[in-house]
């Protein structure tokens, strides 16, 4: 590729922390969305139904899409998205979690953190 075709791509990052409110919402909310994915095979389906009762990163990775995050944009198309969850240990008053420090460039963001 040229460096006039690359250019056209675009690396967007995103990285959220989300407490989870409600278990018992998130799990469910999850496990419909499974129930009604009529492309998922059925082992893959009580596999999923498995993974989101026994964790809810797993829950809130099937109910989170990245094309969810762009569809709306004028003028993108998603060439490619990949996601995960875990849960994480967040301390807001931690230095770990200033992300008005993590690159210092506020340009490339458009000055929002």
């Known amino acids: 590729m040229t460096t006039s075709e690359t250019?056209?791509?675009v690396r967007l990052r995103v990285d959220l922390v989300l407490e989870i409110a409600d278990s018992?919402?998130?799990t469910g909310a999850a496990l419909e969305r499974i129930a009604q994915d009529e492309f998922m095979p059925?082992?893959?389906?009580?596999?999923?139904?498995a993974a989101v009762r026994e964790d809810e990163a797993e829950a809130l990775a099937y109910l989170v899409d990245p094309f969810d995050l762009v569809s709306e944009v004028p003028g993108v198309d998603l060439a490619q998205a990949s996601w995960s969850s875990e849960p994480v240990e967040y301390d807001p008053d931690s230095v770990?979690?200033?992300?008005?420090e993590e690159d210092g460039d506020?340009?490339?963001d458009?000055?929002?953190?």
């Open 7 to 9: 250019s056209r791509f």
């Open 106 to 108: 506020e340009e490339a």
């Open 96 to 100: 770990e979690w200033d992300l008005d």
């Open 42 to 49: 059925d082992e893959e389906r009580a596999h999923a139904e």
């Open 110 to 113: 458009g000055g929002r953190s």
């Open 24 to 26: 018992d919402a998130l």
